[in-house]
């Protein structure tokens, strides 16, 4: 176990992957400064409010902690809702990152941010692409919250230029918030038809193991945009089929497309990313996302 103890500050610590990462990062040895919208605690640690949208209160926070790494994972997430509140989600997403990164360069710290693969697939998510997206790609964002994730990457990398790491990730599952597979089994209990979406392809990717190769990065000093998640593009309905598979779960699935469903905001109908550049950098193969679904449920009944 590597005992450096230096600090890392983490932002949005409250929230779905934050909850992985802060134990993988004490068990590495690090110290770290909790932050998120509201005072809580998270693993036995205290998490500070702080409101990443404001210039000053960011200053003030990272100037008092002076880490060597701020993991930034606060984001306006509500893909629908960003819509509607462009501005909130601009304000989180864009500037807010902007805020960390501005206020990080004063004090000389390096910035692992998350980002998203909804800055590909085109404005109303119909691009014609169907080849997994490499990390050099121009970007081509997604409805709001994809302008508002591309906005926050350019402006980290602008105030950080030799002290960025830039992870982009896709359909996030883990333990402790709200996702697809809890949300399938929840309604696994309520339903014994369901039907779900299978015109949209991505990866999707435990929260559990990306909080590991997140550490892992950090304690290679790895900097500069890396694509993130686990191997494999598949639909929202394959990965329901594996859920019920693992689980054990006795529901009929339907497709449905994406017309269909409703939602507000577009997605994209493919947004596979190609993790070869993290893969040559760790050594060896990401996981695949059938193996996610596997620790996924390993978590909950542990
Ligand atoms: N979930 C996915 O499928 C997915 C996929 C690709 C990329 N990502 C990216 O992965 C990262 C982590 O996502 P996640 O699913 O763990 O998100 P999450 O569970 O929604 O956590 C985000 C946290 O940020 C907080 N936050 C919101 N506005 C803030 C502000 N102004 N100042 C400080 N904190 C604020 C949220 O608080 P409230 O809950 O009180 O708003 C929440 O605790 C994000 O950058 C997201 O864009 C997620």
């Not at 605690?41 to 100037?63: M, P, Q, Y």
């Not at 996981?287 to 390993?298: C, K, N, Y």
């Amino acid at each position: 176990m590597a005992l450096n103890q230096q600090t890392v500050m983490v932002t949005g610590a409250a929230g779905m992957l934050a909850g992985d990462l802060i134990p993988r990062l004490l068990r590495g040895g690090w110290r770290v400064q909790l932050f998120d919208l509201k005072q809580s605690e998270v693993a036995g640690c205290l998490v500070a409010a702080l409101d990443i949208t404001s210039f000053k209160d960011v200053s003030n926070a990272v100037s008092d902690v002076s880490p060597e790494w701020l993991i930034n994972c606060a984001a306006y997430t509500q893909v629908d809702a960003a819509e509607s509140n462009e501005q909130a989600a601009f304000a989180v997403n864009g500037s807010g990152a902007g805020n960390l990164a501005r206020a990080l360069s004063d004090v000389g710290g390096k910035m692992l941010h998350i980002s998203t693969d909804y800055v590909f697939g085109g404005p109303d998510g119909c691009s014609a692409r169907r080849t997994p997206y490499l990390p050099e790609d121009k970007p081509d964002p997604c409805g709001v919250y994809g302008k508002s994730k591309h906005l926050g990457e350019v402006e980290v990398v602008e105030a950080l230029p030799e002290s960025h790491l830039v992870l982009r990730t896709s359909w996030l599952h883990g333990i402790h918030g709200h996702n697809f597979v809890n949300t399938m089994l929840k309604l696994a209990k309520e339903r014994t038809e369901l039907s779900v979406v299978d015109d949209q392809v991505g990866s999707p990717t435990w929260a559990g193991w990306l909080a590991e190769v997140m550490v892992e990065l950090i304690e290679k000093d790895a900097r500069g945009t890396f694509h993130a998640t686990s191997r494999g593009g598949i639909s929202w309905l394959d990965f329901a089929r594996e859920i019920f598979r693992v689980a054990g779960a006795e529901v009929e699935l339907k497709g449905q497309t994406t017309e269909e469903l409703g939602r507000e905001a577009p997605r994209p109908r493919y947004s596979t990313l190609d993790v070869g550049k993290l893969e040559s950098l760790l050594g060896r193969q990401c996981i695949t996302w059938q193996e996610g679904v596997a620790r996924h449920l390993e978590a909950l009944r542990a």
